[in-house]
C-alpha cells in the first residue's frame, strides 16, 4: 500500500466510532508493516490533506473529547515453550470503544458506536466542495481537539473488514458484524471470544458463539486456541479471533 491508502486503511479499521488524530498518530506509528513516511509535521499535514480530499471518509464533532487508543502486545506475555499466556498487565487496560449496537438503520449503516446520534457532521467545516481543507491541522486541532473524528463511510469500512476476495455485497446481520469491526479493530492482536462476550458486550457466551457463527461460515475470520494461566494457576482456554488478513501462523497455537 501507498502512504495514504495505508491512513485510509487505519481510519477504515477503527470503525463506525471512528479515530482522533492523536491516535490516528498512534496507530500509523505502530503499524505492522511499518509506515514508510516519517510521522514529522510535514506529513502530519499531508496526512490531514489526504483525509479531507478523501470523499469516502467523514469528519465528526464528539460532544466530549476522546481519551487516546492504548495499545498493548498479548504476545509478549505468552511462553515460548508452552504457548500460554502468563502475562495479565493488560487485561485491565480502559477500552475507549464502548459496545454500543447500531441496529436496524435505515441508511444502512452497521457497527457500534456510543456517540452516533449525539455527535455532529462538521465535514463541511473543515472540507470545501473543491475538496480542498478550510483549516489546516494545526487549526483543527485547536478548534476540535480531541473530539474530532475521522469516519470511513460504511462501503469502505465493510471492504475493508472482509477483504478483497470476500462477496461484496454479502449481507451480515447488525450483531455478527458489530464483532466482525471490533475483531478487525484489534488488528494483529485478534480478540479473545471469553473478552468479547464477557467484557466487550456482555452478553451470554451461547449468542456470542452464535454471532461468530456467520463470521466463520463466509470465511472472514480465522480462529485460535488460547491458553491463560491465572493467578491461582488454573489455565483458562479460549479462542482468538482475527481477521484472515493478520492472521499468524504461530508454532505453539492450535489453528481451529
Not at 491516535?23 to 514529522?40: C, M, Q, V
Not at 455532529?120 to 473543491?130: L, P
Not at 475538496?131 to 480531541?146: D, S
Not at 470511513?152 to 455485497?169: N, V
Request: hydrophobic residues 40%; aromatic residues 8%; contains cysteine.
Amino acid at each position: 500500500m501507498d502512504p495514504f491508502t495505508i491512513v485510509v486503511d487505519e481510519v477504515a479499521l477503527e470503525g463506525l466510532d471512528g479515530i482522533t488524530i492523536p491516535s490516528l498518530w498512534i496507530r500509523l506509528e505502530n503499524r505492522k508493516p511499518a509506515f514508510p513516511l516519517k510521522l514529522d509535521d510535514h506529513t502530519k499535514e499531508l496526512v490531514w490533506r489526504s483525509l479531507i480530499n478523501n470523499t469516502e471518509l467523514k469528519l465528526y464533532q464528539m460532544p466530549q473529547e476522546r481519551a487516546d487508543v492504548v495499545l498493548f502486545d498479548r504476545f509478549k506475555g505468552i511462553d515460548p515453550e508452552t504457548g500460554i499466556e502468563t502475562r495479565h498487565h493488560f487485561s485491565d487496560r480502559k477500552d475507549v470503544y464502548l459496545v454500543d449496537m447500531i441496529l436496524e438503520n435505515k441508511n444502512g449503516i452497521q457497527g457500534s458506536c456510543a456517540l452516533f446520534k449525539e455527535r455532529k457532521d462538521i465535514t463541511k467545516n473543515v472540507r470545501s466542495e473543491s475538496l480542498a481543507p478550510l483549516l489546516n491541522l494545526q487549526e483543527a486541532l485547536e478548534q476540535y481537539g480531541r473530539k474530532l473524528v475521522v469516519v470511513a463511510c460504511q462501503t469502505l469500512r465493510f471492504r475493508t473488514l472482509i477483504g478483497p476476495e470476500s462477496d461484496p455485497d454479502l449481507k451480515l446481520n447488525d450483531d455478527s458484524y458489530c464483532v466482525l469491526e471490533r475483531v478487525g479493530r484489534a488488528r494483529w492482536q485478534g480478540e479473545l471470544q471469553k473478552d468479547l462476550h464477557g467484557s466487550s458486550f456482555k452478553i451470554d457466551a451461547r449468542k456470542l458463539h452464535y454471532m461468530r457463527k456467520a463470521l466463520v461460515k463466509h470465511g472472514l475470520v480465522s480462529m485460535q486456541s488460547h491458553v491463560t494461566r491465572v493467578i491461582s494457576g488454573q489455565q483458562q482456554h479460549s479462542i482468538l479471533l482475527l481477521l484472515k488478513r493478520f492472521y499468524v501462523n504461530r508454532s505453539v497455537y492450535a489453528h481451529l
